[in-house]
């Protein structure tokens, strides 16, 4: 019988292009691998101190990715991804991109149709990332682990809802409670 899965991605945005994206990725069934809180605050697992790592890592493997705001939680992480693949630009530090204009209108082309992976798509980046934490899991004993079979995007557009998204992630570890992602 073949599952009907609801598309989570916009139909007609190419996820290679010039953006920036918030990025949600969960632990299947939200099981709470990375972190734990007891009376000594937050106390990450060997899993979590790897995803984080492994996160900070991407810009080694895909020198189109800047890094923005990020936080690993029990069960999920959330970070913002600036790609840029135009050569026409210059980065000052995660928030600051010369010659890289927000995007406003979607384009069409080198759209993923067939599922072949684009280079230095959202889709790649992503998945590049799962597999090398999974990969060190299952090296070191932690077969158990299991990423969620997908991850959720949002491409943010304009500086207000980059600096909301920011704030959101900054304090997603003392809201977690009340985070949707809670169990």
Not at 38 to 58: F, H, M, R, T, V
Not at 113 to 125: C, D, H, L
Not at 150 to 162: C, K, M, Q
Request: net charge positive; charged share 20%; proline share 5%.
């Amino acid at each position: 019988m073949k599952k009907n899965r609801k598309h989570i991605r916009l139909s007609d945005w190419d996820y290679s292009s010039s953006g920036i994206y918030f990025i949600t990725i969960c632990c299947h069934d939200r099981k709470p691998f990375f972190w734990k809180i007891d009376n000594n605050g937050i106390i990450y697992s060997q899993i979590g101190l790897i995803a984080w790592q492994y996160w900070l890592e991407i810009p080694e493997h895909f020198p189109n990715v800047k890094m923005d705001e990020f936080v690993v939680m029990p069960n999920h992480i959330h970070g913002i991804l600036i790609l840029n693949n135009s050569s026409e630009r210059t980065c000052h530090g995660p928030r600051t991109c010369h010659g890289m204009s927000l995007p406003s209108i979607p384009i069409k082309q080198n759209i993923n149709q067939f599922a072949n992976p684009i280079k230095n798509s959202v889709s790649v980046i992503i998945g590049q990332y799962k597999s090398s934490v999974k990969r060190w899991c299952n090296q070191n004993g932690f077969n158990e682990f299991q990423w969620q079979s997908r991850f959720y995007d949002r491409i943010l557009r304009n500086e207000n809802s980059i600096d909301k998204i920011r704030e959101y992630i900054h304090n997603n570890p003392n809201n977690w409670i009340e985070d949707e992602f809670y169990n």
